[in-house]
């Protein structure tokens, strides 16, 4: 089988990171989320993934994150099974194939470049599936998406830590004039491993750096006026589900401390 070269830098090159990941828990006997498209996908690559083959805490975190933000979308799906959802840098996420209803509209943005990936690696796209080539800072993205009359959700899964102060207003104020009403979902680092970033397991070596880092999810309300924070979803507790062997999970106190949270807000 040919594979496909990867040429990403910075911070693209960091979705690999979550989609090795969500492979190498497919390939267990047991796997917690199993997404095998994500196990496919990375067979298709040609790239040095050996680099994450034996880290275990952003496996960890990359794993349960997406169990929980997936939960957390079938649970608005749930309420408004007819929403309109846009992923936000969705890179080569596969959430819709691992959440589809059968009745939402899903929108997945991102660089270009990532989304000539996305159509030469995964699943075509549908008639309630679009991709949109643009960066999230663009303006213009907002006129490909047509929300008319749905409840909107925007989800962000390891990308907003990416952003400047400046670049968060910029998001938000892209978001806020052409969704409202809306829901974010929106994937957050801890102060803690902001201060630690220059540790991470498998960023640091990409050249990527996290801008800030959230203590409680209130930071991103300095940066859209109106927004409301609606809920803080801790990870941690599916961490604790995939850790294999189990006395790892002896662990798991002391990385709740530093581990990701998930920021919910709402614009009425």
Known sequence: M???????????????IP????????REAEPYLGDTIAADTVAKIDYDFTKWARITLSYWGCV??????DDEVRRFLAAEPDAVVISIGSGLDTRFQRVDNGSVRWYDLDFPEVIKLRRQLLPPETARQTCIAASALDPKWPQEVDAAGREVLLVSEGVVMYFTPAEMQTFLGIVGEHFRPCTLHL???????YRLRKQHDAVAA???QFRWGS????????WA????????????DEMRDCIRPAWKRLAVPLIRLGNNRIGMYRWE
């Open 206 to 208: 990409l050249g990527a």
């Open 215 to 222: 203590r409680d999810g209130s930071e991103v309300l300095q």
């Open 187 to 193: 994937d957050l680092i801890s102060a803690l491993a």
């Open 225 to 236: 006026e109106g927004l409301r924070q609606i809920g803080l979803a801790d990870p941690t």
């Open 19 to 26: 989609l090795y990941m969500r492979a190498r828990d497919a």
């Open 2 to 16: 040919r594979q496909t070269s990867i040429q990403l830098r910075g911070v693209p090159e960091t979705l690999l």
């Open 64 to 69: 349960s994150r997406a169990k929980r933000m």
